[in-house]
């Protein structure tokens, strides 16, 4: 029975967690952590999936599925969060020459849809008490990706080296 939810889980992730990466990681944990691992085991399952080659759902899928119910399992749940995006590939290679799509507002639906998912995952992964330190390295650096032509990875590098060398002083100074 469980090795049905297990899967039944999954294949409704499949459906519905477009844009891949860290855009699924949300709903992954509102459908897991209640029911198959705990808030740390997520994020152990999370680190594991990421490190791993492949896409973090179906690495997510095969771990839940290889812990609660082995092999079998495991390869079902694997096959059930792929199974509705590659219908729906067939699908749409079938309808390509048969049907005309406004690619505009196709890629606008979908940027809306990808945006949505990845501030939710920002929001499930957010810490339980905010460090306002590191909120402040977050925007700074969004804001020098975002709106200057510096290198993103510059100002990331450069907010970690900061929060590094500075942060435990800024926050010792900032405490007392």
């Known amino acids: 029975m469980e090795t049905l939810q297990v ?15 860290w855009s699924t990681v949300g709903i992954i944990k509102n ?3 209640p029911h198959w ?7 152990s399952l999370i680190a594991i999936a990421q490190s791993t080659p492949g896409p973090i759902a179906l690495n997510a899928a095969t771990m839940v599925g290889w812990y609660h119910g082995g092999l079998l399992t495991a390869l079902l749940a694997t096959l059930s969060v792929v199974t509705f995006p590659i219908c729906m590939i067939a699908l749409t290679v ?35 008490s905010a460090d306002p330190l590191l909120l402040f390295f977050a925007i700074a650096t969004f ?12 100002a ?11 942060g435990p002083v800024i926050r010792s100074l900032w405490k007392g």
């Open 143 to 154: 804001y020098i990706g975002a709106f200057t032509k510096m290198n993103s990875l510059w």
């Open 31 to 33: 459908a897991v952590v």
């Open 7 to 21: 899967v039944w889980t999954f294949f409704k992730i499949g459906i519905i967690a477009f844009g891949g990466g």
């Open 37 to 43: 691992v705990d808030e740390e085991s997520f994020r």
């Open 94 to 128: 079938f309808m390509a020459n048969r049907v005309q799509v406004n690619q505009k507002n196709l890629n606008t639906a979908l940027r809306t849809g990808s945006l949505a998912m990845m501030l939710m995952t920002l929001w499930v992964l957010r810490p339980a």
């Open 156 to 166: 990331i590098l450069g907010a970690g080296f900061i929060n590094a060398l500075f």
